[in-house]
């Protein structure tokens, strides 16, 4: 399957199921390289419709990292390990731990 062909399947499995929050993590991921713009507002819908939605926020601060969107990465990690912390996450709690203050390090941003 072609990344063009796994692309449109993602898009239909989001138009079908929009409210599986899944669907539009996958094509985030899938489309974050080659069509950031779009990529970033899925990654904002995630965050904003599917706040419970662990999975998003661990790619999501890095994504908005990478884009130069600092204070939006720093959020992000900030409310990811917030929710892991409340859903006793305890592997990804310790994965965004580490990822934030290696952020925090990179980029110069005081605790």
């Known amino acids: 399957m072609s990344n063009l062909d796994r692309l449109k399947l993602l898009e239909q499995f989001a138009a079908e199921e929009p409210k599986d929050p899944?669907?539009?993590?996958?094509?985030?991921?899938?489309?974050?390289?080659?069509?950031?713009?779009?990529?970033?507002?899925?990654?904002?819908?995630?965050?904003?419709?599917?706040?419970?939605?662990?999975?998003?926020?661990?790619?999501?601060?890095?994504?908005f990292a990478?884009?130069?969107k600092l204070n939006e990465a720093k959020v992000t990690f900030e409310k990811g390990i917030s929710l892991s912390q409340k859903l006793s996450e305890i592997k990804t709690l310790r994965e965004l731990q580490n990822a934030y203050q290696n952020f925090l390090f990179e980029n110069d941003i005081d605790f």
């Open 22 to 63: 899944f669907n539009w993590y996958a094509l985030a991921l899938e489309i974050q390289e080659i069509q950031p713009e779009k990529a970033l507002i899925y990654f904002q819908k995630l965050l904003s419709d599917f706040p419970d939605y662990l999975p998003t926020y661990y790619p999501a601060a890095h994504f």
């Open 66 to 68: 990478a884009l130069d």
